[in-house]
């Protein structure tokens, strides 16, 4: 009996599940049809700092998650709440994550951290608060809907934590009472449905499977349980011993990185105790002798000072300074060497400096004594004020200027010698405007100071004996040159002046007595006259003046009362016959003009009728060039699909002879363009040319309406060469065709064919001998039904012949080129065998033929009666040379 009754309790509590997971499906699509009414939002627990969480059916999590929390912190813009308790020593937070790490990461989850790895439980919603309903457990499984998270209401005596366990069993027990009810309504309707026999089988088979169910899910609830308990354990094992490791780990670094801060500290100190020594070091090696001492005694300080701190570089930093003291001091006595050294050359050179300046002193001596020489001679010939130069003639003001000229190349003469002397030792000289070498006298040996006394005594010695005598400076001396040579010129330029001005007052009185002379010859009682005036241009200008012309001359220059023109008007008298002359030269000019303008006319009408031929010429040429153009157009956008290579060769032909021959006329052209132009006067050259250039410019564009003729030309020419390939290879496959099968049909090979053809037997086969075989070979019958094939024409026999016939000999085809045309290849195109003998059967195999390999046809094709197979007698390509019978193709239809 208990054994019955607790079937029947087992019976129940699977009944009351079922109809529990039943109502909890009906609610979560009610839920879910709510959500999508309202939007997909799920409603939330509300800003509550208490929430309770409390359900669950998940074996595992439910404790976990059962439960009140309290708002512990913020996270991605949302509260973040903790369980009051501990679970397993550990928390228990309910927080949201945002989609930062997706969209399948977006949520409200229970986990044992924020943002760990660790989750229970999972909702999708985005709300502000967490969703009451919906949650998935676990986080990838299927929703629970008996997990509710609702708001914890504090309770008077036993605060919240008493609160939520009593609310908890309220709810607990007004569900079973709801179960209990569904149950018995459940028990009704099957008793009323089935028979009590098949309700109990049915009854005990079910709890039977319940109970199995129940058992197995118990013990993977409890397998679960103890798994998750031992990687909990081993996690927590696992997570000591990393801490452990990285705690050593980080005390090793901690020690590592104190002791290389130390080492590092140690080699900042050494380097830059060993910088300051260096430093000074750097210094010694470049100081003067004046400042070594004090260089000496700071790098010992120094040394004193740092070296203890430089450690390992102590004893090396103190040998490079020894051996830097000891360079100093070699270097130091190099130079004091090498200063006195320059001191005693530049000595010598001063003095060498000094005897060419004396001499050069001495020519400019001798140059100054030349200027003021030609100063003075100046001054009492050319630049003598008080001279009237204007009284000399013009030969007396020339030998006063060569007189001149002559002391002036003297003068040059000694400047020159100063010059060249210059140009000679002038680098010598130069060194006296050196400055002197500068003395060392600081840090010199104690020992010295005796020697160093008696040479300041002896300098001082020297001092006082140049004081008495200034030494020469080349500077100053080419100063003195200078103002020579400026002086010598200040000079020549005033006498040049003098001189023009001279020449000038003694030309113009010259002229001045000639025209007197002139007046005085002509004039009568110191007057002049009309008879006076036409004597006058008659005998100096052998010219009449006009009586009328020779009126208005006297009435404009004799003054009312006068007898006639006097002296002072006679130059305005030569001024009114000269106009006169002008005046008839120009009536001269100017029919020499008009008759000129006369023949440039008639020239210009002749030059003007060569090119209106000429242009005429061009216009011809220019419409047969848009002719020819316009044939290059049709030509290119013919249909040639049905031309021959004849007509296409006769039509490229015809059209670039029309183009040749408008390039000849456009040649001629030019020709006749260009002889317009020779000989043509001067006046008339730019005019041709323009005209010229109008009918030039005409010829390019003929020139280019041919470009598109020449391309279909040449078109035409490639699409002849291609037919005419075309039409040649159609010819020999038909010839090829008709000479195999005779050739198969009388059993003969290439040479056997070649004897029959060659009836004269001369080893050439004439065009005679081509079109008689021709005419008398086998020919293929056609099959019932079809058309027999045409036959080849004697033009196009001929036409083949002189193909093959390549060198155009008169003996006709040589064998040679015979075999090679009628020689027949093949392609293996399956694996074959070559056999020695016609029939299959009864032959021998010589050796397999392999795919792709090449033969050469040399007798048949002839069908083997037996099988019904095309059977051909080959030669393989290939080095072993093989021959032997091979079938076409199989009785089948295979191709070999």
């Known amino acids: 009996q208990q054994q019955q009754l607790l079937q029947q309790q087992q019976q129940q509590q699977a009944l009351l599940q079922a109809q529990q997971q039943a109502a909890q499906q009906r609610q979560q699509q009610a839920q879910q049809q709510q959500h999508a009414a309202g939007g997909g939002a799920d409603e939330g627990v509300g800003q509550e700092r208490n929430i309770m969480a409390s359900g669950c059916s998940h074996p595992t999590v439910g404790p976990i998650v059962r439960g009140t929390f309290t708002v512990a912190a913020e996270n991605h813009g949302r509260p973040a709440y903790k369980k009051d308790t501990q679970v397993n020593n550990l928390d228990v937070m309910l927080y949201f994550w945002d989609d930062r790490d997706g969209p399948n990461f977006c949520g409200w989850w229970f986990g044992p951290k924020i943002g760990g790895d660790q989750v229970w439980a999972y909702h999708p919603s985005r709300s502000t608060t967490p969703p009451k309903t919906g949650w998935k457990v676990p986080y990838d499984g299927p929703a629970d809907p008996t997990l509710v998270l609702g708001k914890a209401v504090p309770q008077a005596g036993g605060g919240v934590a008493g609160a939520a366990q009593q609310q908890q069993h309220q709810q607990m027990s007004a569900q079973q009472q709801h179960l209990l009810m569904m149950q018995q309504q459940q028990q009704q309707q099957q008793q009323q449905q089935q028979q009590q026999q098949q309700r109990e089988a049915m009854l005990r088979q079910q709890?039977?499977?319940?109970q199995q169910r129940q058992q197995q899910l118990l013990q993977q609830q409890e397998y679960q349980r103890q798994k998750l308990e031992e990687n909990r354990i081993r996690m927590e094992q696992q997570n000591r011993l990393r801490m452990e490791q990285m705690r050593e780990q980080q005390r090793r670094q901690e020690e590592e990185r104190q002791r290389q801060q130390a080492l590092i500290q140690q080699q900042r100190q050494e380097q830059a105790a060993a910088m300051n020594i260096r430093r000074v070091m750097q210094k010694i090696m470049t100081v003067r002798q004046d400042e070594f001492e004090a260089a000496e005694k700071e790098l010992s300080e120094v040394l004193q000072k740092d070296l203890p701190g430089c450690g390992s570089q102590g004893e090396r930093l103190k040998d490079e300074a020894e051996a830097a003291l000891q360079r100093t001091r070699d270097r130091l006595a190099r130079d004091e060497q090498q200063r006195q050294e320059l001191e005693r050359k530049r000595k010598e050179a001063a003095d060498k400096a000094q005897e060419l300046l004396r001499e050069l002193q001495g020519h400019i001596k001798a140059a100054e004594a030349q200027s003021k020489k030609l100063a003075e001679e100046a001054a009492g010939s050319l630049l003598n004020t008080e001279k009237d130069l204007s009284e000399l003639s013009v030969e007396e003001i020339g030998d006063l200027s060569k007189a001149m000229d002559a002391a002036h190349e003297e003068c040059k003469k000694k400047m020159q010698a100063c010059t060249a002397m210059i140009l000679e030792h002038g680098a010598a000289m130069r060194t006296s405007d050196l400055?002197?070498?500068?003395?060392?006298?600081?840090?010199?040996?104690?020992?010295?100071?005796?020697?160093?006394?008696?040479?300041?005594?002896?300098?001082?010695?020297?001092?006082?004996?140049?004081?008495?005598e200034e030494p020469l400076s080349l500077s100053k001396l080419l100063n003195r040159i200078n103002e020579c040579t400026r002086g010598t010129d200040a000079t020549m330029l005033a006498a040049r002046v003098a001189k023009e001005k001279a020449v000038k007052r003694s030309s113009a009185k010259k002229r001045m007595a000639t025209r007197e002379a002139v007046f005085e010859k002509y004039a009568k009682a110191s007057v002049m006259g009309k008879k006076e005036v036409q004597n006058y241009a008659k005998g100096e200008f052998k010219f009449e003046i006009p009586a009328p012309a020779l009126e208005v001359i006297l009435d404009s220059l004799v003054d009312s009362g006068a007898k006639g023109i006097t002296k002072n008007q006679f130059q305005r008298l030569k001024v009114r016959v000269g106009i006169q002359r002008e005046m008839a030269k120009d009536s001269v000019r100017r029919e020499a003009r008009l008759e000129k303008e006369r023949k440039l006319a008639?020239?210009?009408?002749?030059?003007?009728?060569?090119?209106?031929?000429?242009?005429?010429?061009?216009?011809?040429?220019?419409?047969?060039?848009?002719?020819?153009?316009?044939?290059?157009?049709?030509?290119?956008?013919?249909?040639?699909?049905?031309?021959?290579?004849?007509?296409?060769?006769?039509?490229?032909?015809?059209?670039?002879?029309?183009?040749?021959?408008?390039?000849?006329?456009i040649a001629e052209a030019?020709?006749?363009?260009?002889?317009?132009?020779?000989?043509?006067?001067?006046?008339?050259?730019?005019?041709?040319?323009?005209?010229?250039?109008?009918?030039?410019?005409?010829?390019?564009?003929?020139?280019?309406?041919?470009?598109?003729?020449?391309?279909?030309?040449a078109r035409l020419r490639d699409e002849a060469r291609r037919r005419e390939c075309l039409e040649i290879s159609a010819l020999e496959g038909r010839a090829l065709k008709?000479?195999?099968?005779?050739?198969?049909?009388?059993?003969?090979?290439?040479?056997?064919?070649?004897?029959?053809?060659?009836?004269?037997?001369?080893?050439?086969?004439?065009?005679?001998?081509?079109?008689?075989?021709?005419?008398?070979?086998?020919?293929?019958?056609?099959?019932?039904?079809?058309?027999?094939?045409?036959?080849?024409?004697?033009?196009?026999?001929?036409?083949?012949?002189?193909?093959?016939?390549?060198?155009?000999?008169?003996d006709g085809i040589p064998k040679e080129r015979f075999q090679h045309f009628i020689r027949h290849f093949m392609k293996v195109a399956k694996e074959s065998m070559l056999t020695t003998g016609f029939g299959i059967k009864d032959s021998g195999t010589v050796r397999r033929i392999e795919v792709g390999e090449i033969v050469e046809v040399l007798k048949g094709p002839f069908e083997e009666e037996a099988?019904?197979?095309?059977?051909?007698?080959?030669?393989?390509?290939?080095?072993?040379?093989?021959?032997?019978?091979?079938?076409?193709?199989?009785n089948q239809g295979t191709t070999f």
Not at 681 to 701: C, D, I, M, T
């Open 670 to 713: 030019k020709k006749t363009i260009a002889s317009v132009g020779e000989d043509v006067p001067a006046e008339l050259k730019l005019w041709l040319g323009n005209e010229e250039q109008k009918l030039s410019v005409r010829l390019p564009l003929c020139d280019a309406r041919l470009i598109k003729a020449t391309s279909a030309c």
């Open 435 to 468: 400055p002197q070498v500068p003395t060392a006298q600081a840090g010199k040996p104690a020992n010295d100071a005796k020697k160093d006394g008696d040479e300041a005594k002896e300098e001082d010695g020297e001092k006082e004996a140049e004081k008495k």
């Open 867 to 890: 099988v019904k197979v095309q059977r051909v007698f080959v030669k393989a390509m290939k080095e072993d040379g093989a021959e032997g019978w091979v079938s076409l193709a199989g």
């Open 738 to 810: 008709a000479l195999r099968y005779h050739k198969s049909k009388a059993e003969q090979t290439a040479d056997q064919l070649f004897e029959a053809i060659d009836t004269g037997k001369d080893g050439n086969i004439n065009e005679a001998e081509w079109l008689a075989f021709f005419k008398s070979c086998k020919k293929p019958e056609p099959k019932e039904g079809e058309k027999a094939e045409e036959e080849l024409t004697q033009e196009e026999l001929q036409r083949l012949f002189r193909y093959l016939n390549e060198e155009d000999e008169a």
């Open 207 to 210: 709890q039977q499977q319940q």
């Open 602 to 665: 008639a020239q210009k009408e002749e030059y003007s009728q060569r090119l209106k031929a000429a242009a005429e010429e061009i216009a011809e040429i220019e419409k047969t060039a848009v002719k020819a153009e316009a044939d290059g157009d049709a030509a290119a956008k013919a249909d040639r699909s049905q031309a021959t290579a004849a007509s296409l060769a006769a039509k490229a032909e015809e059209l670039d002879k029309v183009v040749k021959e408008i390039r000849e006329s």
